[in-house]
C-alpha cells in the first residue's frame, strides 16, 4: 500500500505547531511552539495576543517542521489543518497558513476537528481498535465519546457547562497557582487527603456532566472563610476539588460503558495528563475486558502530529476540504 505522509498545522489555542507524519503513526517532525511563558505573565490566554503570536511563529515552526523532516512539502500528500473549535484568531493563522501550502504545492486540504485530533493521538502510541469509548477532557471540552469507527462520532454525554479543564484553570486562579491551573492543582493536591464537602455537581443527562456548581462551590468556599476569618488549607481545597470533579467524571464514564461494547477506552486532552485522573481510570478498569490506553504527556498536550493523524484518516474517508472553508470558533462535529 502506498505511503500517506501529512503535512499539519494547530494553533486552535495557545500553541502554534507543525507536524510531518507518515501513516497515521510515524513522527518525521513535530515542532511546537509555546506561549505559556506569556500568558503566564496575564494569568491566562489572551486571544489578542495569543493570534499575533501565532503570526509571529508560524512560518518559522512550519520551516523547521519540514527540515526535521528531511523532505519537501511537494512530497506530502495533503495539508491537515484545525478548523476548530478553538480561539477564532488564533485558528485564522493556522488556516491561512495551512491554505498558502495547499495552493503553493497543490495539494488537497483536509479541515480537522481539533477533539478528534485529540482522540486520534492515541494512534500514535498503539492501534486504535474500534469501536472504542474516548474521555475527552480538555480546556474546552469534556465528553465521552463513541466511536463506532474512523469515520463516526457519538457524543454520549458532555458538559452541561464548564469544561472540566476550565474548572481547573478558575480554582487555580482563587488559589493564585498561576497559568495553567491544571498542572498545578495536580501537584498540589498529589497525595493530599479530600476533606472539605463540596457540592456535587447535578446533570439532566445520564451521562452528562457539569463543573460550574463545583467550580462557584469553591469560590464561596473561599469567600466563607475570608469572612469568618477561618483558615484553610490551599492543598486540602485543591484535593477536595479534584476528588469531587473526578469522582463525578469516572462514574459517568463507568456508566456510559456499560451501555455499549467497546474494544478500547481511551482519555484524550490536556486534563489526560492529570495524575489522579490516571489513577482513578487505572482503577476502574483493571479488571475489565475492554483495553485502557493512557497516553503520555506529550500525546496529551495540543500538538500537530494529533492533527496529521486525524488527517489520515480523513484522507483515506476522503473527508477533503477547499479553499472557501474559514475557520470555525465553534465547529460542530
Ligand atoms: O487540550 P488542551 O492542551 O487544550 C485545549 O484544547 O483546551 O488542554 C488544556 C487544559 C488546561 O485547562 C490545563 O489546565 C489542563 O488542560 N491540564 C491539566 C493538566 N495538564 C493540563 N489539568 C489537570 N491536570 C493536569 N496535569
Ligand atoms: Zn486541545
Known amino acids: 500500500m502506498k505511503d500517506i505522509t501529512i503535512l499539519a498545522i494547530e494553533s ?78 488564533s485558528l485564522h493563522v493556522g488556516v491561512q497558513a495551512a491554505k498558502t501550502l495547499a495552493w503553493a504545492y497543490h495539494k488537497p486540504l483536509l479541515p480537522i476537528h481539533h477533539i478528534k485530533s485529540h482522540i486520534f493521538a492515541n494512534n500514535l502510541i498503539t492501534n486504535l481498535k474500534f469501536p472504542l469509548l474516548a474521555l475527552v477532557v480538555s480546556g474546552g471540552h469534556s465528553e465521552i465519546v463513541y466511536m463506532k469507527d474512523d469515520n463516526s462520532y457519538e457524543i454520549l454525554g458532555q458538559t452541561q457547562d464548564d469544561a472540566i479543564g476550565e474548572a481547573y484553570d478558575k480554582v487555580a486562579r482563587v488559589l493564585h497557582l498561576g497559568y495553567p491551573g491544571g498542572p498545578k492543582i495536580d501537584k498540589l493536591a498529589k497525595g493530599v487527603e479530600s476533606l472539605y464537602k463540596l457540592p456535587q455537581p447535578k446533570t439532566q443527562g445520564e451521562f452528562d456532566l457539569s463543573f460550574s456548581g463545583l467550580k462557584s462551590g469553591v469560590l464561596q468556599f473561599v469567600d466563607r472563610c475570608k469572612r469568618k476569618g477561618e483558615t484553610y488549607d490551599d492543598a486540602t481545597l485543591a484535593a477536595s476539588f479534584q476528588e469531587t470533579a473526578l469522582n463525578e467524571i469516572m462514574d459517568k464514564l463507568v456508566k456510559a460503558i456499560d451501555t ?60 477533503f476540504g477547499d479553499f472557501s472553508q474559514s475557520a470555525k470558533p465553534s465547529l460542530k462535529v
Not at 506569556?38 to 486571544?47: A, I, N, Y
Not at 495539508?79 to 484568531?89: N, V
Not at 461494547?261 to 485522573?277: C, F, I, P, T, W
Not at 481510570?281 to 496529551?300: G, N
Request: hydrophobic share 45%.
Open 12 to 89: 486552535s489555542c495557545d500553541e502554534s505547531a507543525c507536524a510531518i507524519v507518515r501513516n497515521g503513526k510515524e513522527i518525521l517532525s513535530n515542532v511546537v511552539a509555546t506561549q505559556i511563558e506569556v500568558h503566564e505573565k496575564f494569568g491566562g490566554v489572551l486571544p489578542e495576543v495569543a493570534s499575533r503570536l501565532h503570526v509571529e511563529q508560524i512560518s518559522a515552526v512550519i520551516d523547521e517542521a519540514v527540515e526535521k523532516a528531511g523532505i519537501s512539502v511537494a512530497d506530502v500528500d495533503a495539508i491537515a489543518y484545525t478548523r476548530g473549535p478553538g480561539l477564532i484568531g
Open 260 to 319: 455499549v461494547e467497546v474494544n478500547q477506552v481511551l482519555l484524550a486532552g490536556g486534563v489526560a495528563a492529570n495524575s489522579r485522573l490516571r489513577e482513578k481510570m487505572d482503577e476502574a478498569f483493571k479488571d475489565r475486558k475492554e483495553e485502557l490506553i493512557l497516553p503520555p504527556l506529550w500525546v496529551c498536550t495540543d500538538n500537530a502530529a494529533m492533527v496529521a493523524v486525524a488527517g489520515y484518516f480523513a484522507y483515506k474517508n476522503e473527508a
